[in-house]
């Protein structure tokens, strides 16, 4: 579970992001994706207590790729910066919500959960669920360990209404969100040390009632 040599490799991976780079360092990514596996596997561990829906899920479920999606758009870097894992019942690419780990250079690791790219017939419904129930969702993000952990319900905005709804919507700035984040970032140091491995289950703890609510839209 050598994070530091994994931020190493990202950082390296950041400053030289092309296939022939990748191609001459494989050796050293599979090292940093060995000891990505083993953060993930031990994230999963401690999951395993809060929530009986992951019994089964396998670190590989939940892994990432580190390419992007598209080779096709010319002078663009073809890898991301980071490893990343998406925590749920079915992996990565389930339909529920997920406890994400992110490992990136810069500040930019960060613990937490939520949905970062519903469909939209499942946005649809999350904001469905808003509508019928504001009050609940407003009570997990007004909870103190929320507040203090995480700040505010993070991700992407839409800047009107939402169809069907009104502007006068007492939830509007619920749902107008297009994610459903919250999200606690890390220094390097930090991560290189691993004392955020004991805010593992705090965090993951605290962003589970967020789960249930959006998980409700699932089931």
Excluded at 148 to 168: E, H, I, N, R, V
Excluded at 189 to 216: A, G, M, W
């Amino acid at each position: 579970m050598n994070t530091s040599y994994i931020l190493g490799f990202l950082r390296q991976l950041q400053a030289n992001n092309s296939k022939l780079w990748m191609d001459q360092h494989r050796e050293q990514y599979q090292e940093a994706r060995q000891c990505f596996t083993e953060l993930v596997a031990y994230a999963i561990d401690e999951l395993q207590q809060l929530d009986a829906t992951l019994y089964g899920v396998k670190p590989q479920e939940c892994l990432f790729r580190i390419n992007k999606n598209d080779f096709s758009k010319k002078g663009e870097a073809p890898y991301k910066g980071r490893m990343g894992a998406g925590i749920s019942e079915g992996g990565r690419h389930s339909p529920y919500a997920n406890y994400i780990l992110v490992l990136e250079p810069g500040g930019r690791s960060r613990i937490g959960g939520g949905m970062a790219n519903p469909t939209p017939a499942q946005l649809a419904l999350v904001r469905e669920e808003i509508d019928y129930n504001p009050g609940e969702l407003e009570a997990i993000l007004l909870a103190p360990d929320f507040k203090a952990q995480f700040g505010t319900l993070q991700g992407d905005k839409m800047q009107g209404t939402p169809k069907g709804y009104s502007k006068s919507h007492t939830a509007l700035g619920l749902l107008q969100h297009k994610q459903y984040l919250a999200l606690h970032y890390f220094t390097d140091e930090e991560i290189c040390n691993l004392s955020f491995l004991k805010q593992l289950k705090p965090l993951y703890t605290t962003v589970k009632p967020l789960h249930d609510f959006l998980n409700r839209t699932v089931e």
